[in-house]
């Protein structure tokens, strides 16, 4: 998703709020004019451009706040990864091949699975995330219970 256009934002506000000054001072106008008899369309014309002077700013903050923004990046950001079409590609691999990952983590949790008896499987790499963030890229650890019943992962996120 791209991030709004907040000049163009700004300039259409800026255009609503004019429009709406401009509709005050016309029914304004018509209000104390009795030539052209516009005391009900003149009243219309205020009542309409102080309605739009009240919700434009309500409007602007709310569909454009930061955290609707950043909502907004999000679920798009969780669409292109976990999208039915995507396929996700699974390799085994070392730890050495990954050097930039926190082995403490991994050695001392492995050890802590172990002599609870879970038996040690091997290193998997999510190869599609790893492409989509190369700056996260990290391995899950796997276990499995010696009944090959409970499976365990060990995954830390740099």
């Not at 300039?11 to 001072?25: A, E, K």
């Not at 999208?83 to 091949?97: G, K, N, Y």
Request: charged share 20%.
């Amino acid at each position: 998703m791209r991030k709004p256009n907040v000049r163009r934002i700004n300039r259409i506000f800026g255009i609503i709020y004019w429009c709406c000054v401009g509709l005050i001072i016309v029914g304004v106008s018509l209000a104390m004019n009795r030539a052209l008899g516009g005391y009900g369309v003149g009243f219309a014309c205020i009542g309409v451009g102080i309605a739009g002077l009240m919700v434009a700013p309500k409007i602007r903050r709310r569909r454009y706040a930061p955290e609707v923004v950043a909502a907004r990046f999000s679920y798009e950001l969780r669409k292109s990864v976990f999208a039915d079409d995507q396929v996700h590609e699974h390799r085994i691999l070392s730890s050495e091949d990954l050097p930039a990952v926190d082995h403490y983590f991994y050695d001392t949790n492995q050890a802590i699975l172990i002599n609870n008896g879970f038996q040690f499987l091997g290193n998997v790499e999510n190869v599609f995330l790893s492409k989509k963030f190369p700056h996260l890229r990290t391995y899950t650890r796997a276990f499995s219970s010696p009944d090959e019943i409970v499976v365990a992962g060990l995954r830390h996120q740099p």
